[in-house]
């Protein structure tokens, strides 16, 4: 059962208390950040505040954020995740660093994030310090580095990129856990990944999926050690960097 919450001005949260989506309502469309799982109903929770045509981008392909996608037709998704889409007959848009979406007062820009998945994007409106941080920027976590298609070593950089911003954020909207967080979370979450990346936190094997728990200060990673990422076309340097 999702729950609706207006956040701010045409800016809605739809939350299963498992993943969390965004809604911005404008004049004459709607834009959804994310999907939600296929038993979310996303589709539903969204009709029932807007009957406008609705744009779908997405801060990546998991199936945890792709599962209502059907009931939605297309998206914009960054390539690298592509694949992690099941539904083939969804019609699927390229989305790159940079590429703008303006929708109700808001203007969310792109920023290319690998690391959670190869295609992790962020969104950033920088007049309202606002930005969604996918599942890449989390309090307390456990944010999933384990399996194919993800790279710690990438994701570190990525964290650095959001660095970058840290001053213009004021407040950051994850898919899963806490909400809003401080931009200080983005510091948090990579001085706790350098420290896994490191050899300084201790894994505790997890009962059923095939990883371990690494904690660190300020937010939890599930992460496998022998994890060595896919290589894709569009992020060959991940897979080099992490055999490294
Ligand atoms: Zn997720």
Redesign the pocket.
Known sequence: MIKTTLFMENFYILDDER?RQFLITGEDKALLIDTGFEDSHVYEAVRQITNLPVEVIMT?G?M??TGGLSDFGACRLHRADWHLVKDKTIRLEPLSEGDAFQCGGYCLRTIEIPGHTLGSTAFFDEDKGLLLS??SVQKPGPI?MFGDWRSLDLYIESQKKLLELKDRVKTILP??HEYPIGPEYIEYNLKDAEALKNGELTGERHPYLPCSSFKGLWTEFYYDKSNTPLQTAEHPAGSRKERL
């Open positions: 993943v990546h998991d945890d954020h996918g599942d999933y898919c899963h």
